[in-house]
C-alpha cells in the first residue's frame, strides 16, 4: 500500500511538470502573440488574417498586398466588397490611426463593423486582370551606336523603304567605263580596241571599247525617201555595212568630220553589177565623202529628221567627245 502511494505521488509530480511546462510554452506563446499585435497597432496596415499575424514577416511581405485600392464608401460596404472574396486571398485594411487590438484577432467584418468610417483609407484586395489596350503601341525604333555602321531601320521598315524607293536601273555602259578607265592612256589609242554600231532605224549609235558598251549616241541619217543601202552617188542614201574611220578633220559647219572609206569593197562590187546590167546610167559615179559628223540644224536631230545627203548626224558635243575617243583605223558597222 506504501508502494502503490509513492507511486502515484511519481506520477502526479509528472503531471504538475508536465502543466508547469505546458504552461510556459502557452506564456512565449502569448508573449509574441502580443508582440505581433504591439507591432500591428503601431503599423498603419492592419492584418487581419490569423496566417498573417502568425508570421511577421508576412506582415511586411509586398505578397500579402497584391494591390491597393483607395475607397471612401462606409467600412460596411468595403467589408461586404471583402467578404466576397475567396478565402485564399486574404484582405488588410489599412486606416489613419491605430486600431483596437480585438480587430486583429476578429474576422475582417468584425474589425470594420468596429473601426470609424472616416478613418477607412484604402482596401488591399487581389488586383484585377490587366485588359487590353485597344491602342496599338508602336514599337521602339532601335538606337543604333554611332560608328557602328549598323542601320537603325527595321526589318519592316527595310521592306517598306525598298517597295516606296524608286526602282533604280543599271547604267548599261558602267562596265566600258570601268574598263576604260582601268587601261593606260597609251592603250586605249588603239582601233583594235574600239567599234562603233550604227542602227539606222532605231536612230541610235553604240560606242564598244574592248568588247563592253561604252557610250550611247543620238543619230540621224541621209533624207532619201527609199531605204536601204547607199547604190550611187547623189541618192541621198546611207551606206550599210562594214567601214573603217580613215581620216579626222575638224568641221567649220559640222564641228568635226570622221571620214569612212566608202565605198569599201562589197559597194564596188554592186556598183558594177548594177552599171553591167544597165539599171544606172554610164555617167553615174559612186560617190564617196561619206562620213560622221556633227549638225548646223540641231533641232531636225533632236526631231529624228533625216536631213544629210548620206552621212551620219550626231550633236555637236557627241562628234567632239567621239572625235577624241575613236582613233583612226576604227571599225563602224552601219546597221539598216
Known sequence: MGRISHRGIRIIGYLAIAGVIALSQQCLIGRAAAQNIAAAALSPVIATSPAAIASPAAIASPATAPAIVS?????????????????????????GAPAPAAAVTTPIAAASAAAP?????????????????????????PV????????????????????????????PTAAGQQLFDQTPYDSRDDPFSWSLHIYKSRH?????????????????FGRSRWGGAKLWEGDSRTPEGAYLITEKRPSARFRWFLKLNYPNATDQEHFAALRSAREISAGTREGGQVGIHGTDSPYLNVSDVNWTLGCISLSNEDIAEMATLLPVGTLVVINP
Do not use: C, M, W
Not at 475607397?71 to 489599412?94: D, E, G, L, R, W
Not at 468610417?117 to 521602339?140: G, Y
Not at 549598323?150 to 526589318?155: F, K, L, R
Open 204 to 220: 541610235r549609235t553604240e560606242v564598244f571599247f574592248k568588247g563592253r558598251l561604252f557610250r550611247i549616241y543620238h543619230a540621224v
Open 144 to 171: 543604333t551606336p554611332a560608328g557602328s555602321g549598323a542601320s537603325a531601320v527595321s526589318g519592316a521598315g527595310l521592306q517598306t523603304a525598298a517597295l516606296l524607293a524608286p526602282g533604280k536601273h543599271d547604267d
Open 71 to 95: 475607397t471612401s464608401a462606409p467600412v460596411n460596404a468595403v467589408a461586404q466588397t471583402i467578404a466576397k472574396t475567396p478565402a485564399a486571398a486574404p484582405a488588410i485594411v489599412a486606416t
Open 117 to 141: 468610417p472616416e478613418k477607412v483609407a484604402a482596401a488591399i484586395i487581389p488586383a484585377p486582370a490587366p485588359q487590353p489596350s485597344a491602342i496599338a503601341v508602336a514599337p521602339a525604333t
